[in-house]
């Protein structure tokens, strides 16, 4: 059974930079069916998708964040990870790593399923 | 940019049939994937693509978009429904979620 567990800081200053590392186990992230995507949910508001990659490296974000995040993978350790710099208290949330399906043929859909259980980050000085 | 929208509250009878919405223009163009979310857990996924179920996830859910909306109706709502439910799907700059849909079973 595929599992999905976060890792990193669970308090983070102010202008400095977040890191995750999310580890999978139980299957490889090396797929080639699947890209991991990190999604993020502040205290009492709804699901943000941060952005996605494939585990050859090919990336893609949210257009919100793409100029202050960066998404890695290393295959030999069945992780990636993601760095969020610059971060204000607006980056105060639960964040979520999981892998993320892609059907691309006719009318294309993508999936989140399954997801790590998600770790707090607060950004406070 | 796109947005996807879902109507922040729905009450249902225990027992009865709700449906749940999700209006956006990329739905014209991409099918809507569904999550249900309970307090203090990570979000599930419920259905996704056309109206696909992963394994575990009871037959009563189901899903169908019409236009630029998508629905999750939950036929025969039971207590352990109640939670908040999400929809994704894509758009060309990448990936969208609802603003969520806190559904209470009366």
């Known amino acids: 059974q595929l599992q999905l567990q976060e890792s990193g800081p669970g308090l983070v200053k102010p202008s400095e930079t977040l890191s995750l590392t999310c580890t999978v186990s139980g299957g490889s992230i090396s797929s080639s069916s699947y890209y991991w995507g990190w999604i993020r949910q502040p205290p009492g508001k709804g699901l943000e998708w941060i952005g996605s990659i494939y585990y050859s490296g090919s990336t893609y974000y949210n257009p919100s964040l793409k100029s202050r995040v960066t998404i890695s993978v290393d295959t030999s350790k069945n992780q990636f990870s993601l760095k969020l710099s610059s971060v204000t208290a607006a980056d105060t949330a639960v964040y979520y790593c999981?892998?993320?399906?892609?059907?691309?043929?006719?009318?294309?859909?993508?999936?989140?399923?399954?997801w790590g259980q998600g770790t707090l980050v607060t950004v406070s000085s | 940019s796109s947005e996807l929208t879902q109507d922040p509250a729905v009450s249902v009878a225990l027992g009865q049939t709700v449906r749940i919405t999700c209006q956006g223009d990329?739905?014209?163009?991409?099918?809507a994937s569904w999550y249900q979310q309970k307090p203090g857990q990570a979000p599930v996924l419920v259905i996704y693509g056309k109206n696909n179920r992963p394994s575990g996830i009871p037959d009563r859910f189901s899903g169908s978009s019409s236009g630029n909306t998508a629905s999750l109706t939950i036929t025969g709502a039971q207590a352990e429904d109640e939670a908040d439910y999400y929809c994704n799907s894509r758009d060309s700059s990448g990936i969208l979620f609802g603003g969520g849909t806190k559904l209470t079973v009366l």
């Open positions: 999981a892998r993320q399906g892609e059907a691309v043929a006719g009318r294309g859909y993508n999936w989140f399923d399954p």
């Open positions: 990329s739905l014209r163009s991409y099918y």
